[in-house]
């Protein structure tokens, strides 16, 4: 069977209800983040927001009677975990509170071209075709980089860019360890980076304060229910259920929702060069999964 390709099983609805959940809702939560970092230091959300969205999926998981993740399972949902949640996106808390949320989503839209590379160093390289696809998408960050939304925030912009590689990296590697399926092992892999948020913040000395300014809780709350049971839970079904690939498309979608969030909601305006940089990795990212959903299907020997 090709991986790349949806399981028969998987009933239609419940990949456009996962597609609509990575495409849309995930594209606003970038603006909620920026938000609640307004009132809140950026791992202690990561801390309070995975632990309590953890909690709710194993909670869930137990009145299912389903099992919880095993020692094994434990080990593999705290390295996927922490990549994704703690310093993938944990990366994003930290670096909107210089970049706007409009810039941060279109950077970030380099992911998939990543996950590329690092499916490459797991012994899956790209094609030549597919590396020219990635250079495009270097040459179109690249652009986005000079605008003056990135350049004046140099040390946000490195943050993304780190947080981007562990991403892509946790991206690849929940295919390869072993994680509990389903809700049990999205609970454990948040869970496990609410615990790591809460030690990266105490050796940070944030400040452990809970803000009751309305528009910060109603932003926790919003990327707890929305951000992570829901877009966190979908992303990691569409790895587990259908592919890598198809889980990346989110990055067609991110960012022109994410810049109109953030220019809708919050005034934010944005360089030329953003917009003119974004669509050359769009298409790029487009030309990569055509690509990649071309490859001869691998038979076992």
Request: aromatic share 12%; with cysteine; hydrophobic share 50%.
């Amino acid at each position: 069977m090709n991986p790349d390709r949806p399981s028969p099983r998987t009933p239609l609805v419940l990949v456009i209800a996962a597609l609509f959940a990575v495409y849309v809702i995930w594209g606003t939560t970038y603006f909620a983040i920026r938000v609640a970092v307004r009132g809140m230091d950026p791992y202690f959300l990561v801390g309070t927001r995975m632990c309590a969205a953890g909690a709710l999926l194993l909670a869930w998981t137990r009145l299912r009677g389903r099992p919880l993740p095993g020692p094994r399972q434990w080990g593999g949902a705290f390295i996927v975990g922490s990549l994704l949640l703690v310093l993938g996106n944990g990366s994003v808390a930290v670096a909107e509170r210089w970049v706007s949320s409009g810039a941060t989503v279109a950077l970030l839209s380099i992911v998939p071209l990543a996950t590329a590379v690092w499916s490459g160093v797991f012994g899956e390289w790209p094609r030549r075709s597919e590396w020219l696809t990635i250079g495009l998408g270097a040459l179109g960050a690249a652009v986005m980089l000079r605008g003056r939304d990135l350049t004046a925030n140099t040390a946000g912009t490195f943050i993304l860019l780190g947080g981007a590689t562990c991403w892509s990296l946790g991206t690849v590697l929940a295919r390869r360890l072993a994680i509990a399926p389903g809700a049990a092992g999205f609970g454990s892999e948040m869970l496990c980076a609410g615990v790591v948020g809460f030690a990266v913040s105490a050796v940070r000395h944030e400040h452990w304060n809970l803000q009751l300014a309305p528009a910060v809780w109603g932003a926790w709350s919003y990327l707890v229910v929305f951000g992570s049971v829901i877009g966190f839970s979908a992303y990691r079904f569409i790895v587990e259920r259908l592919s890598s690939t198809l889980a990346s498309t989110y990055a067609y979608v991110n960012p022109p929702v994410g810049l109109f969030t953030g220019w809708w909601l919050g005034g934010e305006r944005f360089s030329p060069l953003l917009l003119i940089g974004l669509p050359v990795v769009l298409v790029a990212v487009g030309l990569q999964t055509w690509l990649h959903t071309r490859r001869p299907v691998r038979t076992a020997a």
